[in-house]
């Protein structure tokens, strides 16, 4: 089965670090575009970063210079670094599948994984 | 890019037809698509490329527009079909999303 699971969300500190981790069953990270999506409860949703095939890396302003996306092949995980971690921060993080066979668009979505910043 | 969809809630019937807008900033072509979510699921693809229907979804949905306008049209609403919609665009860097647009039951 194709599918996308998160893991690694959690409470943390205004200032704090976590990662954020997707292990992808079903298919090969490393040979597809993987993107990071999210939603504060309640509210719309925002894209965070992408990583292509190659290794080339994509932020949104908002978190440039804090969050890191990254791939581990041998795993066929994606992650999210995120350090100097801020309350706006807090939202369900999804882990998407891009597709970009004709057009992008997000194809396959993980179920989310809450991120809390908070004192 | 900004992308500006309305309206941000409609009550509507069902059986009722239902048509959501989403105007974009600047030009993205066709590089547009549009997501369903239900409360305490992720979105799922209705429409790629502004007007493809995405497999498995309902021959209802449709899709059109380039350049800046861009239509979703649900041409029959069933009961599963309330739920929050939100457009993406996808020809540049930040992608950005519309702000959604919520269905509710009339």
């Known amino acids: 089965e194709v599918q996308l699971v998160e893991s690694g969300g959690g409470l943390v500190q205004p200032g704090g670090s976590l990662r954020l981790s997707c292990a992808a069953s079903?298919?090969?990270?490393?040979?597809?575009?993987m993107s990071w999506v999210r939603q504060v409860p309640g509210k719309g949703l925002e894209w965070v970063s992408i990583?292509?095939?190659?290794?080339?890396?994509y932020y949104a302003d908002s978190v440039k210079g804090r969050f890191t996306i990254s791939r581990d092949n041998s795993k066929n995980t994606l992650y999210l670094q995120m350090n100097s971690l801020r309350p706006e921060d807090t939202a369900l993080y999804y882990c998407?599948?891009?597709?970009?066979?004709?057009?992008?668009?997000?194809?396959?979505w993980g179920r989310g994984t809450l991120v809390t910043v908070s004192s | 890019i900004q992308m500006t969809q309305s309206p941000s809630s409609l009550s509507a019937s069902v059986r009722d037809r239902v048509t959501i807008t989403c105007r974009a900033s600047?030009?993205?072509?066709?590089?547009l698509g549009w997501y369903q979510q239900t409360p305490g699921k992720a979105p799922k693809l209705l429409i790629y490329?502004?007007?493809t229907l995405q497999s498995g979804v309902p021959s209802g949905f449709s899709g059109s527009g380039s350049g800046t306008d861009f239509t979703l049209t649900i041409s029959s609403l069933q009961p599963e079909d309330f739920a929050t919609y939100y457009c993406?665009?996808?020809?540049?860097?930040?992608?950005?999303f519309g702000q959604g647009t919520k269905v509710e039951i009339k």
């Open positions: 998407v599948w891009v597709s970009t066979v004709t057009k992008w668009y997000f194809d396959l």
């Open positions: 079903g298919f090969t990270v490393s040979t597809n575009y």
């Open positions: 990583i292509y095939t190659g290794g080339n890396t």
């Open positions: 600047q030009d993205i072509s066709n590089n």
């Open positions: 490329a502004a007007s």
């Open positions: 993406v665009q996808f020809q540049s860097y930040p992608w950005t």
